[in-house]
């Protein structure tokens, strides 16, 4: 069982990376709940997760800087992409299922993987969504990691895709 509290910079899965800025107990049915108050990095928002499920939710904290040269590797590769013979609908849950993981590597091949075929072919509007879901939960990890802003971390990104 990880331990947060205030101050842990944590990563909740599909939403991104964020700061735990406080705890607050809240009286629901009776009983008295506490649930971690988050500033998310990028959208600036305020989450609240109750403390019992932050377990179930997936919520872990950020990685440190090493695993971050295992992320850009995963962004370097350029696997075959026999993906494209899926259905897209198979494709479009095969990503989302990587992404709801929460683990960094997963959510980085999803990007890489769009980015790649979005110079091929023009992606479907699901597909940009995912991948814009996917560069955001990414990059609000980098920015923490890093301590980078939202540019810098864009810029990090986008040196991976250069024709």
């Excluded at 008295?32 to 499920?53: H, T, W």
């Excluded at 597909?127 to 990890?141: D, F, P, Q, V, Y």
Aim: glycine residues 4%.
């Amino acid at each position: 069982c990880q331990m947060f509290a205030v101050g842990d910079k944590i990563v909740y899965p599909m939403h991104g990376a964020g700061v735990i800025v406080e705890v607050e107990e809240k009286k629901i049915d009776g009983r008295v709940v506490e649930y971690f108050i988050l500033r998310m990095m990028q959208s600036n928002m305020k989450v609240m997760i109750p403390k019992e499920n932050v377990e179930k939710v997936g919520v872990r904290h950020i990685v440190d800087k090493k695993a971050l040269s295992q992320v850009e590797e995963v962004l370097k590769e350029r696997p075959e992409n026999k993906i494209q013979s899926i259905t897209w609908n198979r494709r479009f849950n095969l990503y989302l299922d990587k992404m709801k993981s929460g683990n960094i590597l997963d959510v980085a091949a999803v990007v890489r993987t769009l980015c790649v075929q979005e110079d091929i072919k023009k992606l479907s509007t699901g597909e940009r969504r995912l991948l814009n879901t996917a560069k955001h939960i990414l990059l609000s990890e980098v920015m923490l990691v890093r301590a980078f802003d939202e540019n810098k971390s864009e810029e990090w990104l986008m040196q991976f895709f250069v024709k």
